[in-house]
Nanobody, 110 residues
Framework: VQLVESGGGLVQPGTSARLSCVAS?????MVWVRQAPGKEREGVAA????????WYGDSVKGRFAISRDNANNTVYLQMNSLESEDTALYYC????????WGQGTQVTVS
């Protein structure tokens, strides 16, 4: 499974950004994970294949929204009210035991 993230960059606090991840196979749960410098990886959001189930990490609840477009094999992460603490490398992942990862896209809130 190939995963390619995009949409990162430098954004100002309080603003929004949207990340995208295109997958070569798209029948599984899709997950966004982030890793900030010097910190452990943190689960951000997850979405079931039919979009009926969504999960969010406590630090992003109410600010981030995950969605997917099954017709285009794309999962999105809409990030609102961004904070400096959201600065991290954001990955999308999928597969049993999250065996497949993209290369990551950097989000810097400053």
């Amino acid at each position: 499974v190939q995963l390619v993230e995009s949409g990162g960059g430098l954004v100002q606090p309080g603003t929004s950004a949207r990340l995208s991840c295109v997958a070569s196979e798209f029948s599984l749960y899709m997950v966004w994970v982030r890793q900030a410098p010097g910190k452990e990886r943190e689960g951000v959001a997850a979405i079931s294949p039919g979009s009926g189930r969504r999960w969010y990490g406590d630090s992003v609840k109410g600010r981030f929204a995950i969605s997917r477009d099954n017709a285009n094999n794309t999962v999105y992460l809409q990030m609102n009210s961004l904070e400096s603490e959201d600065t991290a490398l954001y990955y999308c992942a999928t597969g049993t035991g999250l065996g497949y990862w993209g290369q990551g896209t950097q989000v810097t809130v400053s």
